[in-house]
């Protein structure tokens, strides 16, 4: 098999994080058919101090820095040593996307292979206690000096791929990890290739886990292994941080969006994993609430005080109150300026909605304006009922169910094809608990209000189910 050329790098950093991060001190060392044909070694002024403990850490300090080169006086060269290559680096991402970034800000497009040995050891040498490059270095007697400086660590990195490329003599592992279509080169250094290769392209919630299985981060998506590795192409401190601690990936299949925002939510409220945001509290709802005015109409209005003598419904936004409103009108021939819509002294001229009860210029008596508010206010009670809303499941012939109680959410379910479930109040036989909160709320009202011609099962019926009985979403 042909010969790679590698160009094996390590650089020190001012310890920022991926964005941010700028070198301190940079090392290139290009292997050829096994044998250094090239070395690069420099300090780097960042331009900025270098914080106390990476002082510590590394030895560089801003005196060593001060008088050394910035990288725009060694970007040519770095560029042209590694041109043909394949990048490896101990971690490969964390030196890649900060080179990367430096490059950027000179308005210079760095892109090379990446091979990271740091999974190649795990993959070639697996069953050692740990995988830092101090550790390999100890476990498998590869000598190391001058420990967390660039030529130090990069010359220990060159012994550690020798050693791996002689227990790949035909690069069959190497050639893996390179192909681009495998998303390799993105993983995390503590997941597997395989294990990524195994997650599904289906709907539901993941979980990012630590090394002992504690949940980092819960998201949700339409395709679990799309967005997975979404995460992995991320280059912000946050992501990177996240990928470095995280050990493995698990899942849940839902089979529906819906119901996927909705365990989200639940489970993060469960977990509150670390590197979730705070689920903040949501802010006071709009309360849709109606009086009689001084005419005797019946009119509606939002407002978001605590305490309303009637309220039908609440929303999260302004907007979706107003959609909301907006087709009520239609539906139910209101006048805009009795809903809310419009604060018109006169007769109404909303600029959407061109037509009118005329009640605003009495064009019908108040009484045959007040029964059409009340089979509107009949359709808002709805939303308040118990019932089902049927969804779609996780396999083909499986449905799945949302269950609403007064209108909150307060469990879900799948049915197969072959339950028994021929009467709504049967949902329970298959229902999984759980535990509303004002997120929650939110997505449903949201749902409620956006979904067109929902059909909700409505449950203490005594009609039994049929097939058209059930909305799929």
């Known amino acids: 098999m042909e010969e790679l050329k590698y160009a094996v790098v390590d650089i020190e950093t001012t310890g920022n994080g991926i964005k941010g991060n700028r070198i301190t001190e940079v090392c290139v060392i290009i292997l050829e058919n096994g044998e250094i044909t090239k070395t690069f070694t420099s300090l780097v002024n960042p331009s900025q101090s270098i914080p106390l403990y990476i002082e510590s850490l590394t030895g560089i300090n801003d005196e060593m820095v001060s008088s050394a080169p910035q990288f725009s006086e060694v970007a040519e060269e770095i560029m042209e040593i590694t041109k043909d290559c394949i990048f490896v680096a101990h971690n490969v991402n964390f030196d890649y996307n900060i080179l990367r970034a430096e490059f950027a800000m000179l308005d210079m497009d760095f892109k090379r292979k990446r091979l990271c040995t740091v999974r190649l050891t795990k993959k070639l040498i697996p069953g050692l206690f740990s995988y830092s490059l101090g550790n390999i270095c100890t476990s498998i007697n590869i000598p190391i000096y001058d420990r967390h400086r660039a030529q130090g660590d990069c010359e220990a990195t060159v012994i550690l791929l020798k050693r791996c490329l002689s227990l790949d003599p035909e690069l069959e592992v190497v050639t893996e990890f390179l192909n681009r279509k495998s998303g390799a080169e993105y993983l995390p250094p503590h997941f597997k290739n395989a294990d990524f290769e195994k997650l599904p392209k289906s709907t539901g919630v993941y979980f990012f886990r630590d090394k002992d299985g504690i949940p980092l981060y819960i998201g949700k998506a339409k395709s679990i292994k799309t967005r997975i590795k979404s995460h992995f192409q991320e280059c912000s401190n946050r992501k990177y941080q996240l990928m470095q601690e995280t050990y493995s990936i698990d899942y849940e299949l839902t089979g529906s969006e819906f119901l996927a925002l909705l365990r989200e939510a639940e489970l993060i409220l469960k977990y509150y994993p670390k590197y979730n945001k705070a689920q903040k509290k949501v802010s006071r709802p709009y309360t849709l609430t109606s009086y009689h005015n001084q005419k005797g109409i019946e009119v509606f209005a939002l407002h978001k005080n605590k305490i309303a003598p009637v309220s039908w419904m609440k929303f999260y936004t302004r907007e979706e109150a107003i959609s909301f409103l907006e087709n009520l009108c239609k539906d139910f021939d209101l006048c805009p300026k009795y809903t809310g819509l419009q604060s018109a002294t006169s007769a109404c001229n909303h600029y959407k909605l ?83 909160s004002s997120y929650a709320d939110r997505i449903v009202s949201r749902y409620l209000n956006t979904k067109k011609n929902l059909s909700p099962v409505k449950l203490n019926s005594s009609e039994e189910l049929v097939e058209n009985d059930i909305w799929f979403g």
Do not use: W
């Not at 007040?370 to 308040?384: E, H, L, Q």
């Not at 949302?402 to 959410?409: D, P, T, V, W």
């Open 354 to 436: 061109e037509a009118c009860s005329g009640v605003c210029k009495d064009g019908i008596s108040v009484t045959e304006y007040n029964s059409r508010v009340a089979k509107a206010v009949d359709f808002i009670g709805t939303y308040d009922e118990s019932c089902l809303l049927m969804e779609k499941g996780r396999t083909k012939g499986e449905t799945s169910f949302i269950y609403l109680n007064k209108g909150k959410y307060a469990g879900y379910g799948y049915i197969g094809p072959s339950d028994d479930f021929n009467h709504p109040d049967e949902f329970r036989n298959f229902l999984v608990q759980s535990k509303t």
